[in-house]
């Protein structure tokens, strides 16, 4: 049975939380917030008038946002009636176990607990509370800012229970965020190490002379930036190698790419690893013909080229 989420708790009211904030009022829930910063009244009302014209243009009804919108005067007044928690506070796993063993014990024991951490798995801050409590702990990772970028990374700990976790999924899905879970935990999950990763190439770049920060971001903006804004890299390389997908792709040009930048920590696929890539490509993408996906493909892309164009014309 699907949970039914009314009331959500949002402790920390960052960038990140006030986020949070507007997207879970917007959706009809009642939002109790809770930050000991001073100017908390404030930082909310700026927020919620910032993003509700964003909010607008996704479709959402924000008649009335601030009124489903309540301060809290602290955590256990924020939790005490919540069915789901939205954590955002600092990136350190002592502060995280401190205030879960707080939210365990003040929230009601239907609450889902999630959290917002970047980079801290949930098992680093959850070793010293109760398996029932345990249980309902993961992460809960968006992206900056969440109202409008959809990702969620769902990440369970090593004792979150998997009714736990089709609730974030349920939950998640009903905010018209696109959750999903990843099956091991990682620092920094997948968003942040694919980012990083490109970030310390492109610093490389720079840092080389080979094409200066203007120009390199001309290159993403203009290329792999449109590329990923309609596919993702696997999915870009099946449809790279034809009609032959992605095993023509690693056929043709795998070993000349596995030898540009070696380096980064990257080690070469053998043979074995490299078939259980491929298979595992052909499985997610073999359903649908080449033509069907890169019909897809382009329509998307002309979309997001037709955006840019709009937007481009706004500025100017």
């Known amino acids: 049975m699907t949970r039914a ?12 939380g006030l ?6 009022a917007a959706h009809g829930l009642t939002v109790r917030v809770s930050d000991p910063r001073e100017d908390l009244a404030e930082a909310v009302t700026e927020a919620l008038e910032q993003y509700a014209p964003h909010l607008a243009a996704r479709g959402l009804d924000v008649t009335g946002l601030a009124d489903r919108v309540h301060l809290a005067a602290d955590v256990t007044d924020a939790v005490r009636d919540a069915d789901v928690v939205q954590e955002n506070g600092p990136e350190r796993a002592g502060f995280k176990k401190d205030l879960f063993a707080t939210l365990a014990r003040e929230a009601p024991a239907h609450a889902l607990l999630l959290s917002s951490s970047s980079a801290i798995p949930s098992t680093a801050f959850t070793g010293e509370l109760a398996d029932e409590d345990a249980a309902r702990v993961l992460i809960g990772h968006p992206f900056n800012p969440p109202h409008l970028v959809p990702l969620v990374e769902v990440v369970p700990g090593e004792r979150t229970g998997e009714e736990a976790v089709q609730a974030a999924l349920d939950f998640y899905t009903s905010v018209g965020r696109t959750p999903v879970v990843e099956r091991k935990e990682i620092p920094g999950f997948v968003g942040n190490r694919l980012q990083n990763a490109l970030s310390r190439e492109a610093v490389y770049l720079v840092d080389q002379g080979v094409v200066t920060p203007e120009d390199l971001d001309k290159v993403m903006t203009n290329s792999l930036g449109l590329r990923w804004a309609t596919v993702g890299p696997f999915l870009g390389s099946h449809l790279g190698g034809g009609p032959g997908g992605y095993r023509h792709l690693v056929a043709h040009i ?6 540009t930048g070696a380096g980064g920590g990257t080690r070469p696929l053998d043979e074995e690893r490299q078939e259980r890539l491929i298979e595992a490509v052909e499985k997610a993408y073999g359903s649908s013909t ?13 979309a997001v080229l037709a955006a840019l164009d709009s937007t481009e014309k706004e500025e100017n």
């Open 290 to 302: 080449y033509s069907e996906l890169t019909e897809t493909r382009d329509r998307r892309q002309l």
């Open 254 to 259: 795998g070993a000349s790419m596995q030898q």
């Open 19 to 24: 986020s949070w904030t507007a997207l879970f």
């Open 5 to 16: 989420f009314r009331t959500a708790a949002v402790i920390g009211a960052g960038t990140i």
